[in-house]
Nanobody, 128 residues
Framework: QVQLVESGGGSVQSGGSLRLSCVAS????????MAWFRQAPGKAREGVAA???????GYTNTVKGRFTISRDNAKNTLFLQMNSLELDDTATYYC??????????????????????WGHGTQVTVSS
């Protein structure tokens, strides 16, 4: 079992930045692959970015060039640096983990069905 706790959400104006964190505890083998997802009101949850333990990362097209996923394996912590935030980035952001990554073109995929462990989420609100 893995416990995931997100933090760092908040309210920011359009164009601003936030950094999300997710601390993992429990079975370390279940955090080989970690990812960020988000869910906006009335919308389905979508994958934002994923990263393997060896640092390979993949992003959904809407955040490429603006968001950076990273991890500190020694501290069992996952990060999401979000820059140039837009109104459409408003959502609850979830951290997730899995024992394996699934790849496309050598980039791990943030697909919901691949991740059995989830945090409770942190709210990000972007205003104009």
């Amino acid at each position: 079992q893995v416990q995931l706790v997100e933090s760092g959400g908040g309210s920011v104006q359009s164009g601003g930045s936030l950094r999300l964190s997710c601390v993992a505890s429990g079975d370390a083998t279940s955090t080989y692959c970690m990812a960020w997802f988000r869910q906006a009101p009335g919308k389905a949850r979508e994958g934002v970015a994923a990263i393997s333990k060896d640092g390979r990362a993949g992003y959904t097209n809407t955040v490429k060039g603006r968001f950076t996923i990273s991890r500190d394996n020694a501290k069992n912590t996952l990060f999401l640096q979000m820059n140039s935030l837009e109104l459409d980035d408003t959502a609850t952001y979830y951290c997730a983990s899995a024992q394996v990554c699934h790849y496309r073109n050598d980039a791990p995929r943030a697909s919901e069905s691949y991740f059995p462990y989830w945090g409770h989420g942190t709210q990000v609100t972007v205003s104009s």
